[in-house]
């Protein structure tokens, strides 16, 4: 689902279902596109395709909420960038990365070189998208009530969705970390993830009211330039179905992070 008014971008949706639970699913994204707190949309495209390979199946990226709510968005972005340093994205890039959410308007991800924080994807289409993925009956299943213990239950849907697509963009091949600050002026979390953070929830990044926000995607600097192809990882992010079938942890609220002695980065992340 893409819901957008006056050519801007409203809201988006996608998951992947059984046939049969199609129709329900769009009338559902047809009711959550209209009550979006950005505006009601002036156009909305509702599309189900067939899948063009069977699903890859990755683990869900475990989740924690960092204890930032009672300090300022300024505190918040600094955390952000330190647990960025902290899996090898360079000061620089993270400082680039939230010069481009501040501005905000993004349809898709921005692609940054993780050293040099220089832009990689194409600026005037707005942004790659992370795009044909889900997850299973079981895994939402067992990811709600993680949520709920946890106590973040009220905006499952919204973690729900960002957190299957932090643990495909930490799978793609090449892609260091993530930065997301939601771009609704009414929801001041956001979050950085990536194989070695994990989904770190980051709670009042932003002041409420701001239009700004959106997602920016680290890549290993060398990586495009030792050949490997950003058209791959675009693809990948675009057009490789993947499914959350399994998730870690929902952790509760901690104060600091120890960046995780991860085994599964990348493509040992991923099995058909
Ligand atoms: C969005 O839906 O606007 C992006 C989601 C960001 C954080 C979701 C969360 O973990 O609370």
Redesign the pocket.
């Known amino acids: 689902m893409r819901a957008g008014k006056g050519g801007g971008h409203i809201s988006g949706a996608e998951g992947i279902f059984d046939e049969k639970d199609v129709a329900k699913t769009l009338q559902e994204y047809y009711r959550r596109a209209l009550a979006h707190s950005r505006g009601k949309p002036d156009a909305l495209v509702l599309k189900a395709e067939l899948l063009p390979a069977p699903p890859l199946s990755i683990t869900a990226l475990p989740?924690s909420?960092l204890a930032t709510e009672t300090k300022s968005p300024k505190e918040a972005r600094q955390r952000a960038v330190e647990l960025l340093i902290s899996a090898g994205v360079s000061r620089r890039a993270a400082s680039a990365a939230l010069k481009i959410l501040r501005t905000g308007g993004l349809k898709g991800a921005a692609l940054l070189d993780a050293e040099e924080g220089i832009r990689l994807d194409a600026e005037e289409k707005k942004g790659v998208r992370a795009s044909m993925l889900g997850i299973t009956k079981k895994a939402e299943g067992e990811l709600s009530a993680g949520l709920r213990r946890a106590g973040?239950g009220e905006?499952h849907s919204?973690?729900k969705?960002?957190?299957i697509?932090a643990s495909k963009v930490a799978s793609a091949p090449g892609v260091l970390a993530e930065l997301?600050?939601?771009?609704?002026p009414d929801?001041t979390?956001?979050?950085v993830a990536g194989a070695s953070l994990g989904?770190m929830?980051l709670?009042g990044i932003k002041k409420n009211g701001d239009r700004g926000?959106g997602?920016v995607f680290f890549i290993r600097s060398g990586l495009i330039k030792e050949g490997r192809q950003l058209d791959q990882l675009i693809e990948y992010l675009g057009r490789t179905p993947v499914m959350v079938g399994k998730i870690s942890s929902v952790n509760d609220i901690i104060t600091s992070h120890e960046p995780r002695k991860s085994k599964t980065t990348g493509k040992q992340n991923r099995k058909k």
């Open positions: 989740v909420t973040i905006v919204r973690v969705d960002a957190l697509i997301c600050i939601s771009d609704d929801y979390t956001g979050y989904y929830r709670p926000g997602r």
